[in-house]
């Protein structure tokens, strides 16, 4: 059996989550789900990050101390994940115990392994980001994804030996050309290394909300390198019931575009620091944009857009859970910035849900009802629809693979669309009731029992239901997807459910 452990960023708890942070846990547990659908022993990780001085100034505005705003806002994370069907095995928070004790032992490794010094930090700091920047790195004294003015900084700190990390960082990229994907997202990160890595500050003594530093008292590790880490708290670095050996050959972070540098030249040195292989893989996401713009607390601020109106919850109440799901994993391809609209969401649910999926399905029911007296047929053999359902299922296959739910379900309305094509060209309405309209009908009903398993991992609960709707017993997912997608298994004789529209068209 396969593994496969999957992760997102955890988010931070400096305000509540948006339909930026749901498009990456949304692609995550599609991820999740589709390997769990082949049978591969699957973990997937989200949670939130909840130390830091942006955490600490939200909670000081909000009149909270950090530890209740955290409370507060990582419940908001899960409630919202909730209503996404997000399907997750662990939620983190940075402030459990489990996590304390991991970032102390890991970095206490570094330390010990001579990567890990004192000296005196001088620079320009963005708060928004948790990071530091350079005079040619900030834009005219802005942070340049923030487009905030920079703080300038000096302060005792600890030191990450990074610059001792170049060369085996770029014998690791050549070694492992698919380390990051996409391979544009690879390239940058491989630039920044040979543009050369200097060393960088990893502890605070400006700020007392994080982890304590276990051999200087005065410090606690700057917000980055405790959130790092959680990826191996998680599966038990430094414990007794440690499963690093198990799942980290398997790993595979899903990240935004935008802390490529942490994930993809920071956290790997500090991985060999302390003994141990980089994460397996990294998939880099591109940003929703709303009018052009990222998705950003910033962006509310200037009242270009109101994040209360692109809520997780607020949007699945508007459109449903599975077609916020759908119109996630659909418009975009992973890897590229995409738009973001109500209007978006409006099309593609008319179109592809309402007009070609649920009318596929609707009008299957009926015409079984009105010429089979609502009880199925079989498919036929040899059908027609058997050789498309076939190429259907190996691209869509092909897609999830390869991190590209996108052409997953391309994949699967191409099935659909064949489908709707089969019946106009035979018409069966217009039949009389017998074999031949039989043969038609059982084959539409096989086609769109392959479409159930192959909308599961993006619409599980669609999935459900039109399975249900078509007779069948037990889960959709009950059966491993090479099974459950071969042709010829829709069996005849039992009743269909016509049911209320799937998809109720919705106002242009």
Known sequence: MARFYITTPIFYVNDAPHVGHAYCTVNADAMARWHRLNGDETKFLTGTDEHGQKVAEAAEKNGLEPLAWADQTSKRFRDAWDALDISYDDFIRTTEPRHYETVQKFLTKVYENGYIYKDVYRGLY????ED?????????????????????????????KLSAFEDKLREYYDAHPDFVTPHTKRNEAYSFIKGGLKDISITRTSIKWGIPVPWDDQH???????????YLTAIGYGREDDEVEKWWPHSHHLIGKEIIRFHCVWWPAMCMAAGLEPVSHVQVHGWLLVGGQKLS???????????ADIAPVQLTTEFGVDPIRYYLLRETSLGNDGDFSHEGITARYNTDLAN???????????VVTSKCEGVAPSP?????LRESAAEAVRTAAEGWNRFSPQAGLEATWGLIGETNAYLENHAPWKMEPGEE???????????????????APAMPSVAQEIWN?????????????????????????HRIEKGQPLFPRMAD
Not at 356 to 366: P, S
Not at 442 to 449: C, F, H, P, S
């Open 126 to 129: 963005c708060v928004s980001c």
């Open 132 to 160: 530091y920047y350079t005079e040619e790195s900030a834009d005219a004294g802005k942070c340049p994804i923030h487009a905030k003015p920079l703080t300038e900084m000096e302060e005792e700190n600890w030191f990450f």
């Open 220 to 230: 606690v590790f700057y917000v980055w390198y405790d959130a790092l880490i959680n």
């Open 297 to 307: 607390k910033t962006m509310a601020a200037e009242g270009s857009v109101r994040l």
């Open 356 to 366: 070609n999926l649920g009318n596929l399905v609707a009008r299957v029911a009926a």
């Open 380 to 384: 036929y053999v040899n059908s027609t």
């Open 437 to 455: 309209v039989e043969i038609v009908l059982g084959d539409a009903l096989e086609a769109i029992r392959i479409v159930a398993v192959l909308i």
């Open 469 to 493: 709707r078509i007779g069948l017993s037990g889960q959709v997912t009950d059966e491993l997807f090479a099974e459950r997608t071969k042709w010829g298994q829709f069996r005849g004789g």
